[in-house]
Structure formats: structure tokens, C-alpha cells
């Protein structure tokens, strides 16, 4: 009997918009989080400010605020008052500086700010009335922050569906807000399937039987999830059984967002994954255009969300990478869920065109080039560890040295 013709590979394009398309119509669950707690939360509120920030014209610097026509060489300026940060000055005398601390609001009648490092000391009138000597000629406005300069009253601050950092934590702060309303944590959980199987620290190494791995897989997606905002569940390693794969999932799905899995989502005898899911819900298994990395599954168990990944450790690291990290990031509320990239040359070669799209594991030096990894296959995880990013190469195109390629940081996608 003649075998079926094999479906058309999907682009990884295609595949990521209908992977999104999933998520149409879903509402958006929020909380409120502390500002100090929110860290790596996507905000669900625009941020407007109540107030501008400074909310008056401070001092950038600790010195003499005063007026720049008083400034003349020889001429001694008697010190009228000290203001430091958090007090308010009373309006600075004509012929007078005022002793000042970065931060502190600039008197009025003062016009600029000069640095202690540009003024000495002397002695003034009498010995309850210390002077300084400028000695440099000042400009009207320097060092002085102006009101408003950095925030200004009614100003969006900062956007729904930006991922939150230490940068925004603080201006979040300075606009006054204890509390910010963001996205949920997506709760997911997480198995491994496959009876080879082996969790670090069960066995020995020179224990293993014949046949046997140790999971890294559980490890690195546990990680990567985290980094994306993810709650983790570890439901360990499910036995290559399909009643043990149907109550797994059964399982996940009751208190959980979204079920993702690695292995299993081939079409062998020992794969349960596609028969388990169906059983349960739907399933959408692709063949996705990409290398390494091509099988591919999504669909819904119960009221979650359903992605298996494929079992090959680098295989698994990748497609997450570019199909569930912007699928959970869109849960959460960011709308720009693209891949940043950026030009660079190669410092190889690459001869062999692939029909598919490649990610190749590579390395920047510092010849502002990149180097290759020289094991390209889909289990060899050292190339993600020796790597500091994917080249991502279209298909059917080869590479040779000096050409312009596309580089994807892995700081970017894991910060």
C-alpha cells in the first residue's frame, strides 16, 4: 500500500500567527502587585503621572546656588543661608549665594548652580559670616533640574503591555504609585515523557542503565518559563503509557493556563502524546520549516491551552524560544512579540543550504563577527551554553565568510 503524501512543512511565520491567533478573545486576567514585587510583570494600566517630576527646580550638584550677574573676579559673596535636600530656601539676597545639596530646591532670585570644586572659601565680614570666591564664570541654568524636565503632569509614563524592569519599577516610583495593576502569571505545567528517562540524582552516572538519559529538558524549560513570567508547575517524567499520558494531562489541565510538554509529539508507536490530547480536547501536530526543531504541537486540553515540544534537548530549547516565549508573553498582555535582531558578519562558512529555516548556534568575538559552533545537531546542548545567540538563516541559503546575517542575542529573549 502506498504511503500517504507527507503534509507541506509550515512556516515558522505561519505557524507563530496561528499559535497567537489561539489566544483572540481571551480575556486578560489582572491583579495588583506591588511595585517594589513587580519585577518582570507585564503592566495591564497606563501609568499617567499626577504630578511632574522634579516637582521644582532642584540642584544637580552640592554647591553655591546665586545669581550669575552678582559674579565678578575678586568679588567675595557672603553666604546668606544653607538649603539641603528636603528643606526649602528662603529667597536668595542680592550679593549672597546659598549653600546647597543636589537635590535641594534652588531659591528664588538664584539663577544657576556652581560646584564647591569651583569656589573658596574666604573670610567675609566678620568671622559669624562666611564668603566664597567664584572662580569661574557661570551660565544661567547650569546645574539646575527644572521642574517637569523628566516627567510632566498628565504624561503616560508608561504603557499597558510593557514588560516591567528595575528602570520602570523606579519610575513608577516617582510618580507616586505603591501598587500596579499587571497580568496575571500564566500557570503553567510542565512533564517530560519518556521511559529513558532519568532524574539527576536518582541515579549515578556509572549507575545508568543502557539506554537511559537524564532529563534536561525539565530543567531548562522550568528556567525559561520562569524567565518569562510563567508560575511552574514540575509534574516530573510521565511514563511512556497512554493511560499514564491521559491522566497527566487530565490532570494539568484543572488548575493550569497552559500544559506544555517535551517528547512524545512524534508519530511512533511510543509517542502518546497526540492520541492523549485528542482523547481530551484537539490537537493541531505540525511540521514546522525550521531547524533543528521541527515537530511541533498545539491545541487545547479541557479549558487549557495544550504545546508539546520536541524531546531533542536543543530541538526543545529553540522552539520554545521562538513559538512558546511569544505565545505566553502575548497571555500576558505584550502586543510586540517579534524577535529582536541585528545585523552581523559571519566569521565562517556554511556551504550546505537546508530547506528549512536554521537557527545556528553561534558566538560573537571580538572582532565584532560571529563563530560557529561546530556541532549543529539538535542533542548537543553545549552549543546553547557555548552560544551567546541563534543566526537565524533563511532557507536554502548558504553562508559564506564576511556576508551580512541575521543574529538573535539570547540576552535578549531570556532577560
Wanted: proline share 7%; aromatic share 4%.
Amino acid at each position: 500500500m502506498p504511503m500517504p503524501p507527507r503534509s507541506p512543512l509550515l512556516p515558522l511565520e505561519t505557524a507563530l500567527a496561528q499559535v497567537l491567533a489561539a489566544l483572540n478573545g481571551k480575556q486578560l486576567r489582572t491583579e495588583m502587585c506591588s511595585t517594589l514585587q513587580a519585577d518582570g510583570r507585564v503592566l495591564a494600566q497606563q501609568v499617567v503621572s499626577a504630578l511632574e517630576v522634579p516637582p521644582q527646580d532642584n540642584s544637580s550638584m552640592d554647591g553655591y546656588a546665586l545669581r550669575c550677574a552678582d559674579v565678578a573676579p575678586g568679588r567675595a559673596l557672603r553666604v546668606s543661608q544653607r538649603i539641603p535636600a528636603g528643606s526649602q530656601g528662603a529667597p536668595l539676597q542680592a550679593g549672597t549665594v546659598a549653600r546647597i545639596f543636589t537635590g535641594a530646591p534652588i531659591p528664588s532670585g538664584a539663577d544657576a548652580v556652581v560646584m564647591q570644586e569651583d569656589c573658596r572659601e574666604v573670610q567675609g565680614t566678620d568671622a559669624s559670616s562666611p564668603a566664597i570666591h567664584v572662580q569661574t564664570q557661570p551660565q544661567v541654568g547650569q546645574w539646575i533640574r527644572r521642574r517637569g524636565e523628566d516627567v510632566k503632569l498628565g504624561a503616560t509614563v508608561l504603557q499597558s503591555g510593557s514588560r516591567l524592569g528595575p528602570a520602570a519599577l523606579g519610575l513608577a516610583a516617582s510618580v507616586g504609585l505603591a501598587q500596579l495593576r499587571v497580568a496575571c502569571k500564566p500557570r503553567v505545567a510542565l512533564f517530560s515523557t519518556g521511559d529513558e528517562l532519568v532524574m539527576p540524582g536518582t541515579l549515578a552516572p556509572q549507575d545508568m542503565p543502557a539506554g537511559a538519559i537524564y532529563n534536561s529538558n525539565r530543567f531548562f524549560l522550568a528556567a525559561l518559563l520562569r524567565r518569562v513570567g510563567c508560575e511552574v508547575t514540575d509534574l516530573g517524567i510521565v511514563p511512556d503509557r497512554l493511560d499514564a499520558t491521559v491522566q497527566a494531562l487530565r490532570e494539568a489541565a484543572q488548575a493550569h493556563d497552559v500544559v506544555l510538554t517535551s517528547g512524545g509529539v512524534s508519530v511512533g508507536e511510543e509517542d502518546h502524546i497526540k492520541p492523549a490530547v485528542q482523547q481530551l480536547g484537539h490537537l493541531d501536530l505540525w511540521q514546522i520549516a525550521i531547524k533543528p526543531g521541527k515537530p511541533f504541537a498545539h491545541g487545547r486540553v479541557d479549558e487549557a491551552y495544550f504545546i508539546g515540544l520536541p524531546g531533542n534537548p536543543v530541538s526543545s530549547f529553540v522552539t520554545f524560544l521562538l513559538l512558546v516565549r511569544p505565545f505566553l508573553l502575548r497571555m500576558q498582555g505584550v502586543q510586540d512579540v517579534a524577535l529582536p535582531t541585528q545585523p552581523l558578519r559571519a566569521d565562517f562558512d556554511w556551504p550546505r543550504a537546508d530547506r528549512r529555516q536554521e537557527f545556528l548556534r553561534v558566538r560573537r568575538n571580538a572582532q565584532g563577527g560571529l563563530d560557529l559552533f561546530s556541532n549543529q545537531s539538535s542533542g548537543v546542548l553545549t552549543s546553547v551554553v557555548w552560544g551567546d545567540g541563534l543566526l537565524d538563516n533563511p532557507p536554502s541559503r548558504t553562508i559564506a565568510r564576511g556576508d551580512t546575517v541575521q543574529f538573535i542575542g539570547l540576552g535578549d529573549l531570556l532577560g
